[in-house]
């Protein structure tokens, strides 16, 4: 079993940065592959990014990619999403969820354990 909880959302302006972290429970964090997804208010959930259990292997979306960064550090069980040059568009809640499928899928019914949201607002 792991328990994910998300942390780091918030309201930004338009061109500003969040990072949000996803910290896990468990001891076997590293042998899962980890995503991030989205969900805006009437949107179905969507995949932003996903990274390998070793970390070497993401994959973005690409309405996401060269501005947001997927990395995780197995030492201290976490995901992060460092968010950068945000847009309105990007407004959402943010979902880390955690997969025994490697290298990370886009699939949402991939993924076995999913945190609470963590809200993301980007003003104009």
């Known amino acids: 079993q792991v328990q994910l909880v998300e942390s780091g959302g918030g309201l930004v302006q338009a061109g500003g940065s969040l990072r949000l972290s996803c910290a896990a429970s468990?001891?076997?964090?590293?042998?899962?592959?980890m995503g991030w997804f989205r969900q805006a208010p009437g949107k179905e959930r969507e995949f932003v990014a996903g990274?390998?259990?070793?970390?070497?292997?993401?994959n973005y979306a690409g309405f996401v990619k060269g501005r947001f960064t997927i990395s995780r550090d197995n030492a201290k069980n976490t995901v992060y999403l460092q968010m950068d040059s945000l847009k309105p568009e990007d407004t959402a809640v943010y979902y880390c969820?955690?997969?025994?499928?490697?290298?990370?899928?886009?699939?949402?019914?991939?993924?076995?354990?999913w945190g609470q949201g963590t809200q993301v607002t980007v003003s104009s």
């Open positions: 990274i390998g259990r070793s970390g070497v292997n993401s």
């Open positions: 468990g001891r076997t964090f590293s042998s899962h592959a």
């Open positions: 969820a955690a997969s025994l499928w490697d290298p990370p899928s886009r699939v949402s019914t991939s993924y076995n354990y």
